[in-house]
């Protein structure tokens, strides 16, 4: 398996995407912004048909669009700390743009001709047809994120739990909060080529959730989280080439939400709200 250069390019760019995801995702719960995740899945595919039309690389639209939208979404909210009905509203916005052109992808409008097997791509994922050059550059950008993520993860930390003791000591929440959607949207992308935008929210959320429910500590929580989505890609691989009729993106998120609903038998019952509730009410450890 390990000979094949596909799988070795699927390995090298899921391995990195994975981490950056599962510490977004991590995060995303966090703030309880997981739904501007899944409006950013929208937006992805919506980005890559715009490439499409346009007849250049499909990752130049996703990248454009998800982090363009994402940086969009911050004066909508508090902080930079947008809520679901603004997302919503923006949501919609995009979504009625997609829609327009994906109706010209279908009448071969355009200077790409409408290609709608290279848009499909983007709804799908296409981890095992990445170049070597595509997934060195996907790793790359991948580990940028989770570098900037560490960085920046105990302030973030102390401004989501308790924002305005972290104001009143001097903690930059908005700068924060808008950095933090930027990264967002640039793992949206990333995720996009490894599962598609269908499944997007998949690997965002549920290694994240999982994570949440295991542990209420936000730190520990993330490392789990990275781990717990580094492990459902793996296996996603290992179970997408040893059953061809699986796709890749399905089995990636297919077992990442089995574990999520595997962590409902090993949590105790009412442990994620006690735990949630502990670890709100101890900001200063995060200071």
């Known amino acids: 398996m390990l000979a094949h250069e596909f799988v070795q390019n699927a390995l090298l760019a899921g391995s990195a995407i994975a981490v950056a995801s599962g510490l977004v995702g991590y995060l995303l719960v966090l703030r309880g912004q997981v739904f501007a995740a899944d ?5 992805a595919f919506t980005g890559a048909v715009a ?7 499909l990752r130049l639209g996703l990248f454009a669009a998800t982090v363009a939208f994402a940086l969009a979404l911050t ?33 071969g409008a355009g200077a790409g001709g409408g290609d709608g097997a290279l848009a499909a ?12 050059g595509g997934a060195v550059v996907a790793a790359g950008i991948a580990v940028g994120i989770v570098g900037v993520l560490a960085a920046v993860a105990r302030p ?6 308790d924002p305005d003791v972290a104001v009143s000591q001097g903690v930059p929440v908005r700068a924060l909060g808008v950095a933090f959607l930027a990264l967002v949207g640039l793992d949206a992308a990333e995720a996009t080529q490894a599962v598609g935008a269908l499944l997007l929210l998949g690997l965002l959320a549920a290694p994240a959730g999982t994570a949440h429910r295991l542990t209420g500590n936000p730190y520990v929580g993330l490392a789990l ?22 796709p890749p993106s399905s089995a990636i998120v297919g077992v990442a939400g089995a574990t999520y609903a595997l962590s409902f038998a090993v949590s105790a019952p009412g442990g994620r709200a006690r735990r949630r509730a502990s670890t709100r009410l101890a900001p200063s450890e995060h200071a």
């Open 51 to 57: 490439a499409a039309l346009a007849g250049i690389d």
């Open 75 to 107: 004066p909508l909210g508090s902080r930079a700390r947008v809520d679901d009905a603004a997302i919503g509203t923006a949501f919609a916005w995009i979504l009625g743009i997609g829609v327009l052109l994906l109706a010209l992808v279908a009448t």
């Open 121 to 132: 791509r983007s709804l799908f994922g296409s981890i095992f047809g990445l170049s070597r």
């Open 39 to 43: 409006a950013l899945s929208h937006v």
């Open 156 to 161: 973030l930390v102390f401004a989501t739990l």
């Open 225 to 246: 989280a990275a781990g717990l989505a580094l492990a459902a890609t793996w296996i996603g691989i290992v179970l997408s080439y040893a059953i061809p009729s699986v």
